[in-house]
């Protein structure tokens, strides 16, 4: 059973991971089109890219919005359901096998190769600072992965995903399916790739996720709610500061090279393509890969395109 709620964590990851001040900020320019006008409205930041054939709405997205920021997604299904198209981010095809396979051997994502201890990898400044974590918890962190020990110390210590209401993308992909609206992901990638890609990343790698997890730890809960707010005031460059931001963003799949470098070339492909399409395209992209330098604004604006919202840089 150990194995089995193990692999069941390794696979919610998989699936969550993939998953600035107020007066900094730019007036957002009138536009005269009805969707976006009522897509502003709901308070989630966002920008707009108008094209020869159309608009489209590019709606930044963190995930575990806590239900205590007023927000209003009711008025983001309103323009889901008129919007032409829209597109979601990529998925992970998570097969029965690749359940079987981290059910039988989930020690090798959950745990340190070969016996290890966290000592071997980590500095004694970040040994003793982990030890000071796991003895206050009554946690022993020394055989655990630092990819699983970053994600416990957020979800289960830290709670950034308890008492949240449903994410941008959860709110648009139930109303596009109810307004019958057609939806495409960015991508979907396979389970085998990514089990493949985290079981082949020496220890090390997660080091700078399991630093980061730590400092959001130290700020306490009051950066969760902060980030939230935030993001409703479309704050970005405060959001993407926010220590569980900055962890989020350290950890696989978003640090690895690999799948995350795919992922946001994936991103700025479909938006471009997207700029040819008749319309309102309607888009939930991550914020972190919107917004963080050299990310998916950046990129689209060294292409050429006019970009109208908050400031990111």
């Not at 006008?37 to 108008?50: E, F, K, L, N, Y």
């Not at 090390?204 to 399991?210: G, K, R, S």
């Not at 799948?259 to 888009?283: C, F, H, N």
Request: with cysteine.
């Amino acid at each position: 059973m150990k194995n089995l709620r193990n692999s069941l964590s390794i696979a919610a990851i998989l699936s969550a991971l993939i998953a600035t001040p107020l007066a900094a900020q730019e007036p957002e320019p009138e536009t005269t089109n009805a969707i976006v006008v009522t897509a502003q409205r709901s308070g989630a930041p966002m920008w707009t890219i108008d094209t020869p054939t159309g608009t489209i709405i590019l709606v930044g997205e963190i995930r575990a919005i806590p239900k205590s920021v007023p927000w209003e997604p009711a008025r983001l299904e309103e323009a889901t359901k008129e919007a032409d198209r829209v597109i979601l981010g990529a998925r992970p095809k998570v097969s029965p096998g690749d359940i079987f396979r981290l059910i039988f051997s989930g020690g090798k994502f959950t745990k340190l190769p070969d016996k290890t201890v966290a000592s071997q990898y980590l500095t004694p400044e970040q040994w003793a600072r982990l030890s000071a974590i796991g003895a206050a918890q009554k946690e022993d962190y020394s055989r655990s992965s630092f990819l699983m020990t970053s994600f416990q110390l957020l979800s289960k210590e830290l709670r950034f995903n308890r008492d949240t209401g449903d994410d941008t993308t959860d709110v648009v992909r139930k109303a596009a399916d109810k307004a019958k609206v057609p939806t495409t992901r960015a991508a979907t990638l396979r389970g085998e790739d990514l089990l493949d890609n985290l079981a082949e990343a020496p220890p090390e790698t997660h080091i700078p996720c399991l630093n980061a997890a730590m400092d959001a730890l130290e700020g306490g809960p009051d950066i969760v709610a902060q980030r939230g707010t935030d993001w409703r005031r479309s704050d970005i460059r405060a959001v993407m500061a926010n220590p569980l931001e900055q962890a989020l963003g350290q950890c696989w799949p978003w640090a690895d090279d690999e799948v995350g470098g795919e992922l946001r070339t994936i991103w700025t492909d479909r938006i471009a393509e997207a700029g040819t399409a008749k319309g309102t395209t309607l888009a939930v992209v991550p914020l972190r890969v919107l917004a963080e330098e050299g990310g998916v604004l950046d990129q689209l604006d060294a292409r050429g395109f006019d970009i109208a919202g908050p400031v990111w840089r």
